[in-house]
């Protein structure tokens, strides 16, 4: 395992889906709260450093008419009407005024969106990759990123999947392939080392 080392000036939080209206299912095999924390704890040393925060978002036309909805084996869980919050991002990631906002129709970040206008045009070459979940909006958007070629870290402790398996497949046999991947106190101590740290 190589050492972690970034430029946090060239370097991007992407936060995937941490909004009111998906925290609300449980997660394995990190707790939905323990992802939410590390998160937080992620977003506070970012900043820190001077890194990029990118909040990504979920949502749809009241009427849901953007809504993906091909025919599939399994059906999605939504259905009837959001809460006027859903889309709210959690407190814990204290949202400002200088962060970037992506709403996204789909499970990746990049596609239909201006997430990669907004990270080029800023000269970030590097995303450090969490959120919900591991295995939907997490590898949609890291699969997309690896193809447009941005280096990324996944914080493998802030991000949950809907099962254990699923996002134990997607941390061991997909991330290493296409990235980094660490725990939170990994993150955290080469942010505070600058971006370079064990």
Same mark, same amino acid.
């Given at each position: 395992?190589?050492?972690?080392?970034?430029?946090?000036?060239?370097?991007?939080?992407?936060?995937?889906?941490?909004?009111? /209206?998906?925290?609300?299912?449980?997660?394995?095999?990190?707790?939905?709260?323990?992802?939410?924390?590390?998160?937080?704890?992620?977003?506070?040393?970012?900043?820190?450093?001077?890194?990029?925060?990118?909040?990504?978002?979920?949502?749809?036309?009241?009427?849901?008419?953007?809504?993906?909805?091909?025919?599939?084996?399994?059906?999605?869980?939504?259905?009837?009407?959001?809460?006027?919050?859903?889309?709210?991002?959690?407190?814990?990631?204290?949202?400002?005024?200088?962060?970037?906002?992506?709403?996204?129709?789909?499970? /990746?970040?990049?596609?239909?969106?201006?997430?990669?206008?907004?990270?080029?045009?800023?000269?970030?070459?590097?995303?450090?990759?969490? /959120?919900?979940?591991?295995?939907?909006?997490?590898?949609?958007?890291?699969?997309?990123?690896?193809?447009? /070629?941005?280096?990324?870290?996944?914080?493998?402790?802030?991000?949950?999947?809907?099962?254990?398996?699923?996002?134990?497949?997607?941390?061991?046999?997909?991330?290493?392939?296409?990235?980094?991947?660490?725990?939170?106190?990994?993150?955290?101590?080469?942010?505070?080392?600058?971006?370079?740290?064990?």
């Amino acid at each position: 395992m190589s050492s972690l080392m970034f430029d946090p000036r060239r370097t991007a939080l992407v936060v995937i889906d941490l909004q009111k /209206g998906i925290v609300q299912f449980p997660t394995a095999p990190h707790a939905t709260a323990d992802v939410v924390a590390n998160a937080g704890r992620l977003v506070v040393q970012a900043r820190q450093a001077g890194a990029l925060i990118v909040l990504v978002h979920v949502g749809f036309s009241p009427d849901f008419a953007d809504y993906l909805r091909p025919p599939s084996d399994e059906q999605p869980r939504m259905s009837g009407a959001m809460p006027p919050d859903w889309m709210e991002f959690v407190p814990e990631l204290n949202q400002q005024s200088g962060d970037i906002v992506i709403l996204k129709r789909q499970w /990746g970040a990049f596609y239909g969106t201006e997430l990669d206008l907004q990270l080029r045009r800023r000269g970030i070459n590097t995303i450090i990759l969490c /959120g919900i979940s591991t295995e939907i909006g997490v590898e949609s958007t890291a699969r997309d990123a690896f193809e447009r /070629g941005y280096e990324q870290i996944f914080a493998e402790d802030a991000m949950g999947a809907r099962t254990a398996e699923s996002h134990v497949h997607a941390t061991t046999r997909i991330f290493p392939r296409i990235g980094r991947v660490r725990r939170t106190d990994e993150i955290v101590a080469a942010f505070g080392a600058g971006g370079s740290g064990a």
